[in-house]
């Protein structure tokens, strides 16, 4: 009887160990497979919206990317944008020459929006991006950022990674960034590839070459890997543009870095010196001054490889007659 009820604890006993060996086997295989697919998905920069639920909280998946885009730090394709002279970048004009409102004008038009969306660094709910400490002084404003010179950042730039657009700040008469000066539209990383946090913006380039064999303009880095650029190009030439890339504007689709029109990474590369503080944060709410929009690109026009906002005098976008045609045509 006694060696009866032994081999059935035995029993007992291997089936219950197979039973835990076979979970924790499956549990393994299956973490593999997640992971491999969003490895995967990553790179050849696949969408697939079941993945954003099990997507790291700070760019891990992007860890990879940003040694490999950084490697491509001494490629002979970059050209590096030197930094202008005072006065001479463009939106430093006076109000009346930019069309930009002076500082008391967007002070008085944000006042109802920041008493709804925040000042920078606050949410809807506490007042701090979930999981972050404040950069603040006692006030619970971000303190004015200053260069070893002492000298005062004329900007501060939030990037909401969750709404993937950018509110730009300036100073009020306290020397706080509270005054809402810039929005613009962007694509941050799939799978939360772009890490948040506070950072300096450092090395400027006119053209880069990035991971993939394609091109931005008018990069500028934020931190590591992690750059401001246009949407790719598939050569250095303005018309190579990556147009299926531009039309996702406004969504995540990068593997980490911050998409823009060529119209805003070149403000951003012309406009913030080095040293400029750029917050990388996440909030349903976009911000004071709202989330833009970015035309599409109609993939059958014969511009599609021109960045419409591109300023530059070859781009057809700029003639009203093409401008004309290309709407005739979308209408018919």
């Known amino acids: 009887m006694e060696k009866q009820v032994s081999d059935k604890n035995l029993i007992r006993r291997i089936l219950e160990g197979r039973a835990v060996r076979i979970f924790v086997g499956t549990a393994t295989a299956f973490l593999c497979v997640l992971t491999l697919l969003e490895f995967a998905a990553l790179r050849f920069e696949w969408n697939i919206p079941a993945l954003h639920a099990f997507s790291s909280g700070d760019g891990f998946w992007s860890e990879g990317y940003q040694r490999e885009e950084l490697a491509l730090d001494d490629s002979t394709e970059n050209e590096i944008l030197e930094e202008p002279e005072p006065g001479e970048a463009e939106g430093q004009q006076d109000a009346g020459e930019s069309g930009q409102p002076d500082v008391q004008q967007r002070e008085e038009s944000a006042a109802d929006g920041l008493q709804t969306a925040g000042k920078p660094g606050e949410t809807e709910e506490n007042g701090q991006p979930e999981g972050e400490e404040p950069e603040a002084g006692e006030s619970g404003q971000p303190e ?168 530059s005098e070859e781009n057809p976008w700029r003639d009203p007659q093409t401008q004309e045609a290309d709407g005739q045509r979308e209408m018919n």
Request: some cysteine; hydrophobic content about 25%; aromatic content about 12%.
């Open 144 to 311: 004015t950022e200053e260069d070893e010179e002492g000298e005062e950042f004329p900007y501060y730039i939030r990037i909401n990674r969750q709404q993937n657009c950018i509110t730009v700040y300036t100073m009020d008469a306290a020397g706080e960034y509270t005054v809402p000066y810039k929005a613009m539209i962007c694509s941050t990383g799939l799978y939360n590839a772009t890490p948040r946090g506070v950072y300096q913006i450092s090395t400027k380039y006119r053209w880069r070459e990035l991971y993939g064999h394609v091109y931005g303009q008018y990069a500028t880095r934020i931190h590591g890997g992690i750059l401001f650029h246009s949407v790719p190009y598939y050569r250095k030439a303005e018309d190579t543009l990556c147009t299926d890339k531009y039309n996702k504007l406004g969504e995540q689709a990068s593997m980490g870095c911050v998409r823009l029109t060529v119209e805003d990474a070149k403000w951003i590369a012309e406009n913030c010196p080095e040293g400029t503080t750029v917050e990388i944060y996440e909030d349903a709410n976009p911000g004071p001054l709202g989330k833009p929009e970015a035309a599409k690109i109609d993939t059958g026009s014969p511009n599609k490889g021109w960045d419409p906002t591109d300023p």
